[in-house]
């Protein structure tokens, strides 16, 4: 099993939970990396919501182990894509098509479920209508206070800027919005002190 | 205590009869002064001063919410009812001084909705003029489907249909016209919000109806006034106050302590916003809970009630209040 369990952390931190078969005329999952397996599990508990599914997925690093297993579940199309950026003209597209009753569900990493959420909230569902499973990876979507830039996949706490090369303290505090948690210069007072970066959740 | 009613001193100026059982009432302050503006969808408390008794319904505000000048309602007579539509009716005159809450809204348009689906059934028609008032200023996307028992009784039907004439959809039951809510909820694009005001069937059938078609919760809105039922007397000791209060056959709890001269808190008086909830400290007997609030568990308990629309039966209840 690719399960985290996060520790409690302040209200601004997303909390995942785990996928469940909702009523709908439509199903939209979308999912990276072990997420397959969250999704594999849906099929497993109900196996006709995929008759009406459109399932997006991007291995990101897992190969084709799940691309067999995911047809297996039958889904009335199926999307193997090579990134999540490559991924988003296809997610606007069947947004703008779809119609009420369409059931969002969001698996694998933070980074893809909080930027496919900001699609899914931009075309009118209500993100607390948006089911979410975190599985694989807890590295993090972060942005740069200062810069703004972000850097994808941060593993280590401080972690230095892609953009602008501050060292960065890694923050629970999260925003909905970007779709990233908040690094802010960890040696701003006292430049140059900045401790050795470890591992997230080691 | 009594949260956000703050009053206001109202003339009334005009009385319309629109058909046989609606009538419409305008307000203007007294003073001359201007009104609060609203939000689409608020109702205000008007009190009625009723041979001693005082009555305090609740009334969807349905003129444009940005109108300072007046306030307008329309109130459905209901011969079955504790008094308060007959009062308006039969007692109230041009020039009659009232005293109206301040605006209070439990059934807001949800501003990030891509379009805004309205469904009201007879008297629910009224909080959608506002909202329809509201949403022409805002160009706003919206659709009205508006059932009535007939052209007779329909009320506003001309106004709307002149006005909006593509966005306004009208059923009359009694030429078997129904609306088709299953289709209707089934083609309407991602980012649309449901309304519903009417009767409780119709509140119930649309939310089961959304819900089974994987409508989130949060696009579903409904506003449902609840009247407080008659039912046997009881007595009820107010343990904060120290006194005891018997609650008569007609009126509510929350009047009954209202009339024992405690400002206990209220919004809606319709079991709809919660603010009255009062703790139960001891009680021996069976609650009659009518209202939208509470959750099962919180009835299950026996520590709660909400005193405008729920009742109770038996030797003593004791209330923290």
């Given at each position: 099993m690719s399960t985290f369990r996060f520790p409690p952390s302040i209200t601004s931190r997303p909390v995942y939970g785990t996928l469940a078969p909702r009523p709908g005329k439509a199903h939209l999952m979308i999912a990276d990396a072990e997420g397959a397996e969250a999704l594999l599990d849906l099929a497993a508990a109900d196996?006709?919501?995929?008759?009406n599914a459109h399932v997006i997925f991007i291995p990101k690093g897992t190969g084709d182990r799940f691309t067999e297993p995911l047809k297996a579940a039958n889904p009335s199309i199926l999307h193997v894509g090579p990134s999540y950026a490559a991924s988003v003209p296809r997610i606007r597209r069947v947004l703008s098509d779809a119609h009420m009753g369409l059931q969002v569900y969001l698996a694998g990493t933070e980074g893809l479920m909080g930027q496919a959420m900001n699609e899914a909230t931009a075309a009118g569902?209500?993100?607390?209508?948006i089911q979410t499973e975190h599985r694989g990876s807890v590295a993090r979507r972060m942005?740069?206070?200062?810069?703004k830039g972000i850097t994808e996949d941060v593993m280590t706490d401080p972690f230095v800027c892609a953009h602008c090369g501050l060292t960065l303290f890694v923050r629970d505090h999260y925003s909905r919005r970007h779709a990233a948690f908040q690094g802010v210069?960890?040696?701003?007072?006292?430049?140059?002190n900045i401790p050795d970066p470890v591992e997230l959740y080691s | 205590m009594s949260a956000g009613t703050e009053k206001i001193d109202v003339t009334v100026t005009d009385i319309v009869k629109l058909n046989d059982l609606v009538t419409r009432f305008k307000f203007e302050r007294s003073d001359g002064g201007q009104l609060p503006t609203f939000s689409g969808g608020a109702h205000t408390v008007v009190e009625m001063q009723d041979d001693g008794i005082t009555r305090l319904n609740p009334y969807s505000l349905m003129s444009?919410?940005?109108?300072?000048s007046a306030y307008t309602i329309s109130v459905r007579r209901d011969?079955?009812?504790?008094?308060g539509s007959l009062f308006m009716h039969n007692r109230v005159k041009t020039g009659d001084r009232m005293v109206i809450s301040y605006p209070v809204n439990?059934?807001?348009?949800?501003?990030?909705?891509?379009k805004h689906l309205m469904i009201a059934g007879g008297i629910g028609i009224t909080p959608f003029l506002a909202q329809i008032k509201q949403l022409d200023r805002l160009s706003g996307r919206f659709e009205l489907h508006y059932a009535c028992r007939s052209a007779a009784l329909g009320s506003y039907v001309d106004e709307l249909t002149a006005n909006h004439p593509n966005a306004v959809h009208v059923y009359y039951d009694d030429q078997k016209q129904a609306i088709d809510l299953q289709r209707l909820l089934t083609g309407q694009p991602l980012g649309t919000h449901v309304y519903v005001c009417g009767p409780k069937g119709m509140i119930e059938w649309v939310r089961k109806t959304s819900a089974a078609l994987g409508?989130?919760?949060?696009?579903v809105h409904y506003e449902e006034f609840l009247a407080p039922q008659s039912g046997k007397p009881f007595q009820v000791r107010l343990a904060k106050s120290g006194i005891t209060v018997d609650v008569g056959e007609h009126e509510s709890l929350l009047e009954a302590i209202e009339r024992a001269g405690i400002d206990a808190p209220y919004l809606c008086?319709?079991?709809?916003?919660?603010?009255c909830e009062t703790d139960v400290i001891e009680s021996d007997g069976t609650f009659v809970h009518r209202d939208h609030w509470l959750e099962d568990e919180d009835r299950a308990s026996?520590?709660?009630?909400?005193?405008c629309v729920s009742r109770f039966e038996g030797r003593t209840l004791v209330l923290d209040r």
């Amino acid at each position: 099993m690719s399960t985290f369990r996060f520790p409690p952390s302040i209200t601004s931190r997303p909390v995942y939970g785990t996928l469940a078969p909702r009523p709908g005329k439509a199903h939209l999952m979308i999912a990276d990396a072990e997420g397959a397996e969250a999704l594999l599990d849906l099929a497993a508990a109900d196996p006709e919501l995929f008759a009406n599914a459109h399932v997006i997925f991007i291995p990101k690093g897992t190969g084709d182990r799940f691309t067999e297993p995911l047809k297996a579940a039958n889904p009335s199309i199926l999307h193997v894509g090579p990134s999540y950026a490559a991924s988003v003209p296809r997610i606007r597209r069947v947004l703008s098509d779809a119609h009420m009753g369409l059931q969002v569900y969001l698996a694998g990493t933070e980074g893809l479920m909080g930027q496919a959420m900001n699609e899914a909230t931009a075309a009118g569902i209500p993100h607390s209508a948006i089911q979410t499973e975190h599985r694989g990876s807890v590295a993090r979507r972060m942005q740069c206070v200062h810069c703004k830039g972000i850097t994808e996949d941060v593993m280590t706490d401080p972690f230095v800027c892609a953009h602008c090369g501050l060292t960065l303290f890694v923050r629970d505090h999260y925003s909905r919005r970007h779709a990233a948690f908040q690094g802010v210069c960890i040696d701003a007072e006292d430049p140059g002190n900045i401790p050795d970066p470890v591992e997230l959740y080691s | 205590m009594s949260a956000g009613t703050e009053k206001i001193d109202v003339t009334v100026t005009d009385i319309v009869k629109l058909n046989d059982l609606v009538t419409r009432f305008k307000f203007e302050r007294s003073d001359g002064g201007q009104l609060p503006t609203f939000s689409g969808g608020a109702h205000t408390v008007v009190e009625m001063q009723d041979d001693g008794i005082t009555r305090l319904n609740p009334y969807s505000l349905m003129s444009d919410p940005m109108d300072q000048s007046a306030y307008t309602i329309s109130v459905r007579r209901d011969d079955e009812g504790r008094g308060g539509s007959l009062f308006m009716h039969n007692r109230v005159k041009t020039g009659d001084r009232m005293v109206i809450s301040y605006p209070v809204n439990l059934f807001s348009l949800d501003l990030r909705a891509r379009k805004h689906l309205m469904i009201a059934g007879g008297i629910g028609i009224t909080p959608f003029l506002a909202q329809i008032k509201q949403l022409d200023r805002l160009s706003g996307r919206f659709e009205l489907h508006y059932a009535c028992r007939s052209a007779a009784l329909g009320s506003y039907v001309d106004e709307l249909t002149a006005n909006h004439p593509n966005a306004v959809h009208v059923y009359y039951d009694d030429q078997k016209q129904a609306i088709d809510l299953q289709r209707l909820l089934t083609g309407q694009p991602l980012g649309t919000h449901v309304y519903v005001c009417g009767p409780k069937g119709m509140i119930e059938w649309v939310r089961k109806t959304s819900a089974a078609l994987g409508w989130p919760e949060e696009a579903v809105h409904y506003e449902e006034f609840l009247a407080p039922q008659s039912g046997k007397p009881f007595q009820v000791r107010l343990a904060k106050s120290g006194i005891t209060v018997d609650v008569g056959e007609h009126e509510s709890l929350l009047e009954a302590i209202e009339r024992a001269g405690i400002d206990a808190p209220y919004l809606c008086r319709g079991g709809a916003c919660g603010q009255c909830e009062t703790d139960v400290i001891e009680s021996d007997g069976t609650f009659v809970h009518r209202d939208h609030w509470l959750e099962d568990e919180d009835r299950a308990s026996g520590c709660k009630i909400m005193p405008c629309v729920s009742r109770f039966e038996g030797r003593t209840l004791v209330l923290d209040r």
